[in-house]
């Protein structure tokens, strides 16, 4: 049983498009990420719901937003992207005490050209 | 603010070599949190260790250790006999209350293990 899991997994497209990408867990988590991973690896969170509501919400261009229908879904939607969106796009989910640890889903390699 | 440093940013090491990877972090919190998580080839990121900063014992688990120290801000990672399956970039990570619950990450250490 995958725990996080995110569709799609790879995503081309073209700048100015919008696109979404999708995420569950079947964890029972309280709270749901998104994080940006760039070229060089470096790991940076955008996001953040616990039970339905926005907790984190990082400088993160408008054109990202995040929709969570349910606790257990957390979906992410980008308006007209750019070039600089490509990137992983990692979902990740905790329980809602602090200091748990986050558990990641296989994230989604965006592509913009 | 919270900041996470692994200043090694490539490690390279024949098979069954220990390797130690450096984690040092900054925070004005009394109570966070610090983890290790290891991101191989694959792409996926994978949970190794979570530690409180009321707990300084080390840890062992198998082949993995890692090492706390509060005087030093550190938490040091170490694969003894390191194997291939070992390749990866690790990351270590750090979460404070004041912090919002966000987890700040290190800019991640790749290691190699060469056959």
């Known amino acids: 049983d995958t725990a996080v899991s995110q569709t799609p997994k790879y995503l081309v497209t073209q700048m100015g498009n919008d696109k979404s990408i999708k995420c569950e867990q079947n964890?029972?988590?309280?709270?749901m990420y998104w994080y940006k991973q760039d070229s060089k690896k470096f790991l940076k969170i955008m996001f953040s719901?616990?039970?339905?509501?926005?907790?984190i919400n990082e400088t993160v261009p408008n054109r990202f937003s995040p929709k969570s229908p349910d606790k257990a879904h957390l979906n992410l939607h980008i308006n007209s992207l750019e070039l600089g969106d490509s990137a992983v796009y990692f979902c990740?989910?905790?329980?809602?005490?602090?200091?748990?640890?986050?558990?990641f889903g296989p994230g989604t390699r965006l592509t913009v050209t | 603010a919270q900041k996470v440093t692994q200043a090694q940013t490539e490690i390279s090491v024949v098979e069954k070599e220990d390797v130690t990877l450096d984690c040092v972090y900054e925070?004005?919190?009394?109570?966070?949190?610090l983890f290790w998580y290891k991101q191989p080839p694959s792409g996926e990121l994978v949970f190794l260790i979570r530690?409180?900063?009321?707990?300084?014992q080390n840890e062992i688990s198998g082949r993995y250790s890692w090492n706390f120290q509060k005087s030093t801000s550190s938490f040091n990672f170490t694969i003894t006999a390191s194997q291939v399956v070992d390749s990866a970039v690790y990351f270590c990570?750090?979460?404070?209350?004041?912090?919002?619950?966000?987890?700040?990450f290190g800019q991640g250490t790749r290691l190699t293990i060469n056959p």
């Open positions: 530690r409180n900063s009321f707990d300084e």
């Open positions: 964890l029972g988590h309280d709270t």
């Open positions: 990740a989910s905790s329980y809602q005490d602090i200091g748990y640890e986050q558990y």
């Open positions: 925070t004005r919190d009394t109570t966070y949190y």
């Open positions: 719901y616990n039970n339905k509501e926005l907790i």
């Open positions: 990570a750090l979460l404070s209350i004041q912090g919002a619950q966000k987890l700040v």
